[in-house]
């Protein structure tokens, strides 16, 4: 066995192990570079009286062409996907401590506290009223609207019950029902919602929203941004 100059028999083995290793990781991996050696040998042993058919050396270009593109194109999307992850996440951090419009009628509120919100109707409807449930269903406070158009509109319940008192630090939600083509109704409630801390990597990957109340949404979800 030929020694290492400087060394013992002991390395040269070594030397000549590592070497085998990295060829067997390289194993089955076809470079551009291997593909056009292959070519050249491909042509430089066909029988002069039979050569290659010209479409199909095209064929064979063009689809390791669209191989190496297409395994190119792979690439360039997981970078856009990170990217775009990266900014996701700046964007929804800068939410803590504002007010997201979510579309949802239950929210969770501290004692004092206002609450935003939007009703929203296809036609128009009259005899509208909303009302602000209690987590056992009871009506703590009616707000009489009246009739409106079609269409989206904001309104703020100050957080007072019925006999003017503040309601407890809890989960509520909106009901808002009326006359639509003289039929009663219930019509969509949105709340707005106040971000309480953002999770950068939820279930599925998604970028969650922890909201007031304990629950949460992904920003994709996200309908509207509030200041307040």
């Given amino acids: 066995m030929e020694t290492v100059k400087g060394g ?22 076809l470079t551009q570079a291997d593909f056009f050696a292959l070519l ?3 042509l430089a042993s066909q029988d002069p009286t039979k050569p290659v058919d010209n479409n199909e050396m095209i064929s064979q270009m063009t689809a ?21 992850t990266s900014s ?7 939410l803590v401590g504002r007010s997201v419009l ?18 929203i109707s296809d036609k128009p409807a009259s005899n509208v009223n909303i ?12 707000v009489p609207v009246g009739n409106i158009d079609a269409g989206e509109f904001g309104f703020v319940w100050n957080g007072q019950m019925a006999n003017g008192d503040p309601a407890p630090a809890g989960a509520y939600r909106f009901r808002i029902a ?24 939820g279930a599925g990957g998604n970028i969650m929203l922890n909201l007031n109340g304990g629950n949460a949404m992904a920003l994709a979800d996200v309908v509207e941004v509030s200041e307040g």
């Avoid at 390791?64 to 775009?84: C, H, I, P, R, W």
């Fill in 131 to 142: 009302y602000v449930e209690n987590v056992a269903g009871e009506i703590i406070q009616t």
């Fill in 178 to 201: 009326g006359l639509i083509d003289g039929q009663a109704s219930e019509l969509q409630a949105m709340t707005y919602r106040k971000v309480d801390s953002v999770t950068l990597a």
């Fill in 64 to 84: 390791f062409s669209t191989t190496d593109g297409v395994q190119k194109l792979n690439e360039s999307f997981e970078t856009f996907a990170t990217s775009m």
């Fill in 88 to 94: 996701q996440a700046l964007q929804a951090s800068s």
């Fill in 8 to 29: 013992s028999p002991l390395d040269a083995m070594r030397w000549q192990k590592d070497e085998y290793q990295v060829a067997e990781e390289d194993r089955g991996m």
């Fill in 102 to 119: 979510v579309d949802d009628n239950i929210f969770g509120m501290n004692e004092g506290d206002d609450v935003k919100g939007k009703v």
């Fill in 40 to 42: 050249t040998k491909e």
